[in-house]
């Protein structure tokens, strides 16, 4: 048998990643190389719009790697990825130092006007990259791990596991807006400076992230066809179907669970760490329940079980949500969007791609039946 990695790269995957490597490559270019009077020139604002939408889709792919091929619906996946946002915003706000508001070298501006006489502990080693990029990983991970361990041996399923996960990222969003709990309170983390040395605000520095996002989305999605195309993955589909039946063939139904609900919580952390400088501000308004609702809402616009819908769905309803939010029907953006997901139930079950691929799937398998029916040339009679 061939290796995950090989079995993932299938035909509708490589030209995935060749679109997205495409688009790597072509954003920053138009942004940096072609002059603004040009026509194809893209602004510097929309590299930045276009880097939110890919992070996005790299939450939605977390989610449908747990909800599409686990049946893990989590209505609080938001949380993990603010985690990883924060973790990425504590070391961008140690960057500041002393070109913050009040010039101190050590703590940001928010716990000087707080009064706070240390950093706390647990901002120690932020102001190194590497240490902050494995807390990114580590922080979701591990809360995912620790809320898996408890949930999954407690056999918590359906809605009563999605109803926990939504009061789980509702009670870190209520921590979190409060002053005393070290990080910032209802006004965030926010003027960013740098990032590794370069300027967070620059052309150039907005057209590295953007690739470095598009870049992590590919990466991403091929650990998850490699997940899926595998054993496990196998194995996470029978406990999706039918998770009493794959328990009693003798499988350890929650340690499948546990172990993708914690790489799925890592991949929310990841998109969330790209995010951070390219919208420019974290608060805690990103552990609203109403945002982790919205991801899934995503996926089930793409497709759910697809992996490439989660993608296509991200793009697709955010794309609308930017249209949508700035003129005349903004006030109703939330109806559209609750509308958008009953039509999509209802006359899309399978959503976008999922819906091509069953209708290309037909179409090869009625021209497949028609080759069989087709008579057998008769031989012709000897002269």
């Known amino acids: 048998m061939s290796a995950p990695c090989t079995r993932a790269l299938d035909r509708s995957t490589l030209a995935a990643l060749a679109a997205m490597g495409a688009m790597a490559i072509a954003v920053p270019a138009l942004n940096l190389l072609v002059p603004p009077s040009s026509p194809l020139h893209v602004p510097t604002y929309l590299v930045a719009l276009f880097g939110k ?71 120690y080693g932020f102001n190194s990259f590497a240490y902050a990029a494995a807390m990114v990983v580590l922080v979701p991970g591990v809360l ?20 926990i996960t939504q009061a789980l990222t509702y009670a870190l969003m209520l921590g979190f807006f409060r002053n005393d709990f070290g990080f910032g309170g209802n006004n965030g983390l926010t003027d960013f400076k740098d ?24 990466l991403g999605l091929v650990v998850c066809r490699a997940v899926v195309a595998s054993k496990f993955g196998k194995v996470l589909i029978a406990i999706r179907d039918a998770e009493a039946r794959t328990r009693f063939l003798g499988y350890r139904v929650e340690s499948y669970k546990l172990l993708v609900f914690t790489l ?11 995010y951070v400088p390219q919208v420019g501000i974290i608060n805690p308004s990103e552990f609203s329940p109403g945002n982790s609702i919205e991801a899934v809402i995503w996926v089930a616009v793409g497709g759910r079980g697809t992996l490439t819908g989660a993608i296509v769905g991200a793009i697709a309803v955010n794309y609308a949500k930017t249209t949508f939010t700035t003129g005349m029907l903004a006030p109703y953006w939330l109806f559209l969007l609750g509308g958008l997901f009953i039509a999509v139930t209802l006359l899309l079950p399978r959503g976008i791609v999922g819906t091509l691929q069953h209708l290309w799937k037909l179409r090869r398998d009625g021209a497949a039946s028609l080759q069989r029916a087709a008579p057998l040339p008769q031989p012709r009679p000897a002269e």
Request: aromatic share 18%; with cysteine.
């Open 264 to 274: 799925s919580a890592a991949m929310a952390g990841i998109a969330g760490a790209l």
């Open 195 to 218: 990032i590794i040395g370069f300027n967070v605000q620059a052309q150039g520095t907005r057209a590295a992230l953007f690739a470095t996002s598009v870049l992590a989305l590919m």
């Open 144 to 163: 995912a791990f620790v809320f898996g361990w408890f949930a999954f041996r407690s056999r918590v399923t359906g809605v009563y596991l999605s109803i």
């Open 53 to 123: 939408y890919v992070c996005y889709a790299l939450l939605a792919l977390s989610i449908d790697l747990i909800w599409g091929y686990g049946g893990i619906l989590s209505l609080g996946h938001g949380a993990f990825f603010a985690l990883g946002g924060y973790a990425m915003g504590m070391y961008l706000m140690r960057q500041i130092g002393t070109r913050g508001v009040y010039a101190n070298p050590i703590l940001p501006d928010f716990m000087v006007f707080l009064n706070w006489s240390k950093l706390p502990f647990y901002w």
